[in-house]
C-alpha cells in the first residue's frame, strides 16, 4: 500500500505555490500562510524537483511564472478554491444555511425540469430564499445580480464557469394529423420537403448523423419561434416537424400524440449547463451543488 505522506506533501505545495501565486510573492506569502520564506521557498522547490520543470522565476526583488509554472497554477488554484469551498460547505451545515440566491432559467426547461429540483431545494434549506426569474433569454448575470443561471449550449463568456447539467437526448417528432396530411418522410433527403417549426427564428439547417455520416438539412416553414413552449405547441398543433428534446417528446410518443420521424436519424443533444462566475456566495454553492446533483443525475 502506498504511504499517504508523499501525496500530502505535494498537495500542502500546491496550496502553498497558489498563494505565492496569488500573494505576488514569496514574502507576502510567508506571511498570509504564518511560514518562513525559506519555508515557502523550500516547498517551491522541491515541487519542481518533482514535477521536473522550474515554475517561477525569482530574486530577491522579483517574481514571475515560467509558462510551466502559469499552466500548472490554474490546477492549484482550483484545488485551494475547491478545499475552501469544502471546508466553508460543512461550516454551513453547523448553523441552518440562510441568505438568498437569485438564479434564471428558461420558462419550459425550468418549469419541466428545474422547479421540482428548487422545491426540494427549499424543503432542505427552508432559510434561504430564492429569487426564481424565469427567461428564455442570456441575461446578463453581474448586470441583473444573478448568481446561477442555467443555459443551453457551449459558454462563450470566459469570465464565467459552466457546469454541464444535463446531456438531453434529442429527436424529430410530428404530429400524426401532420404526417397524414403531407405524408412521413420515408429518407432523409425527403425531410428538406417537408415544413419546420423553426426554432430558434432564425434556423435554416439542421445537422444530423446518418449511417455514420453527418448530413446537413435545410428546414423552412411558416411557423418561427424564440420559445420551446410554442415550439411544442405548433408541433402538436400539426405545423411542421421540429427536433425536440426528449423531456418533451417521450410522454407525448408514449401516448400517440406525437410520432418519432425516421429514428434512425441521430440528432445532437442538447446540452444544458449551470452557469456562474467564477466566485459565488455560500447559499448559491449550495444550490449549485444540488442541482448538480439532482438534476444533473435525472432525478428530477
Known amino acids: 500500500m502506498n504511504h499517504p505522506a508523499p501525496i500530502l506533501d505535494e498537495l500542502r505545495a500546491m496550496a502553498i505555490f497558489a498563494t505565492v501565486v496569488r500573494s505576488g510573492s514569496f514574502a507576502a506569502a510567508a506571511r498570509a500562510l504564518g511560514l518562513s520564506r525559506a519555508v515557502v521557498s523550500h516547498h517551491i522547490g522541491a515541487l519542481e524537483i518533482k514535477l521536473g520543470v522550474p515554475l517561477a522565476q525569482r530574486s530577491t526583488r522579483s517574481?514571475?511564472?515560467?509558462?510551466?509554472?502559469?499552466?500548472?497554477?490554474?490546477?492549484?488554484?482550483?484545488?485551494?478554491?475547491?478545499?475552501?469551498?469544502?471546508?466553508?460547505?460543512?461550516?454551513?451545515l453547523r448553523a441552518e444555511p440562510r441568505g438568498e440566491v437569485r438564479i434564471t432559467c428558461s420558462h419550459h426547461f425550468g418549469s419541466k425540469r428545474i422547479m421540482p429540483a428548487l422545491l426540494a431545494f427549499r424543503r432542505r434549506y427552508p432559510a434561504i430564499r430564492l429569487h426564481v426569474a424565469m427567461n428564455?433569454?442570456?441575461?446578463?448575470l453581474a448586470q441583473h445580480g444573478i448568481e446561477l443561471a442555467v443555459r443551453a449550449g457551449p459558454l462563450a463568456?470566459?469570465?464565467?464557469?459552466?457546469?454541464?447539467?444535463?446531456?438531453?437526448?434529442?429527436?424529430?417528432?410530428?404530429?400524426?394529423?401532420?404526417?397524414?396530411?403531407?405524408?412521413?418522410?420515408a429518407t432523409v433527403d425527403e425531410l428538406e420537403q417537408h415544413r419546420w417549426v423553426l426554432y430558434p427564428p432564425a434556423q435554416r439547417a439542421l445537422d444530423v448523423r446518418v449511417d455514420g455520416r453527418d448530413v446537413q438539412i435545410e428546414v423552412k416553414g411558416d411557423v418561427a419561434t424564440d420559445s420551446a413552449v410554442a415550439r411544442l405547441a405548433f408541433v402538436l398543433a400539426g405545423e411542421g416537424i421540429a427536433r425536440l428534446p426528449a423531456y418533451d417528446a417521450a410522454a407525448l410518443l408514449a401516448s400517440g400524440e406525437l410520432v418519432h420521424v425516421l429514428p434512425e436519424i441521430d440528432t445532437a443533444a442538447l446540452e444544458i449547463y449551470l452557469v456562474h462566475s467564477k466566485r459565488v456566495g455560500p447559499s448559491a454553492r449550495l444550490l449549485r451543488d444540488f442541482l448538480l446533483d439532482s438534476v444533473g443525475d435525472g432525478v428530477f
Open 63 to 92: 517574481f514571475s511564472l515560467t509558462p510551466a509554472g502559469e499552466a500548472f497554477r490554474v490546477h492549484c488554484e482550483r484545488m485551494l478554491d475547491e478545499a475552501n469551498d469544502g471546508i466553508r460547505g460543512m461550516e454551513l
Open 136 to 140: 428564455d433569454a442570456n441575461v446578463d
Open 157 to 185: 463568456d470566459s469570465a464565467l464557469v459552466a457546469r454541464r447539467l444535463v446531456r438531453e437526448p434529442t429527436m424529430l417528432c410530428a404530429s400524426p394529423a401532420y404526417l397524414r396530411r403531407y405524408r412521413a418522410p
